[in-house]
């Protein structure tokens, strides 16, 4: 098993920054990914970015330049910094970890692009 917890959600203008990380426990030698998915209101469930145990990250083509993926292994967590952000990067952040056998999600943090 894994847990993960998301924090660092929060209001911010356009053009600003936030923090968001994932905190993992449990499993976690098991995790060969994990992932930054969001979900805007009407919209589908999209893949932000993505760092997989070995290799290289990826990103949404929309945050491309202004978001970054990164891990801590120390600390067992994941954090996406997100910077010059837009009003169309409001949704629900939710991290998420793959392992051999099984998907894991967190609960969520909201982020609100407004002024």
């Known amino acids: 098993q894994v847990q993960l917890v998301e924090s660092g959600g929060g209001l911010v203008q356009p053009g600003g920054s936030l923090r968001l990380s994932c905190a993992a426990s449990g499993s976690i030698f098991s995790i060969k990914a994990t992932r930054w998915f969001r979900r805007a209101p009407g919209k589908e469930r999209e893949l932000v970015a993505g760092?997989?145990?070995?290799?290289?990250?990826r990103y949404a083509d929309s945050v491309k330049g202004r978001f970054t993926i990164s891990r801590d292994n120390a600390k067992n967590t994941v954090s996406l910094q997100m910077n010059s952000l837009k009003p169309e990067d409001t949704a629900v952040y939710y991290c998420n970890a793959d392992t051999d056998w099984s998907t894991y999600w967190g609960q969520g943090t909201q982020v609100t692009v407004s002024s």
């Open positions: 760092i997989p145990r070995t290799g290289t990250t």
